[in-house]
């Protein structure tokens, strides 16, 4: 598979959040361990976990994060708000790469 392949995947799960993360914008993530999706998530309501927190969470073993990589439409956030950087859970969790496709303008 490909980053696009994954990528692909990542915009399919920010739809998810449609109708309920308003003002934040729609945003998925697919964690990846030796070309396999180990985990999946979406932003889903405002104010609540972001999608690359679901991600992680949805993980059954949470060894396999550390050295996966995160496929995430929207640059992790970097700044506290109503929930903790994500680009700070990604470090902690040791995710070896992050491959985005839009910038965070904030």
């Known amino acids: 598979m490909t980053d696009e392949h994954y990528m692909q995947r990542a ?9 309920s993360v308003s003002p934040n914008p729609l945003v998925g993530c697919v964690l990846v361990q030796q070309g396999a999706i180990i ?7 405002f104010g609540h976990a972001h999608a690359e927190v679901n991600a992680i969470e949805s993980v059954a073993d949470k ?3 550390a050295g996966a990589t995160a496929y995430v439409n929207l640059e992790p956030c970097s700044h506290f708000g109503k929930t903790p950087p994500c680009a700070d859970r990604l470090i902690k969790e040791k ?3 992050v491959v985005i496709a839009n910038e965070d303008p904030n």
Request: charged share 25%; no cysteine; glycine share 22%.
């Open 11 to 19: 915009l399919e799960l920010a739809l998810g959040g449609e109708g």
């Open 39 to 45: 985990g999946e998530g979406w932003h889903r309501q």
């Open 63 to 65: 060894q396999q994060v």
């Open 95 to 97: 995710v070896a790469r």
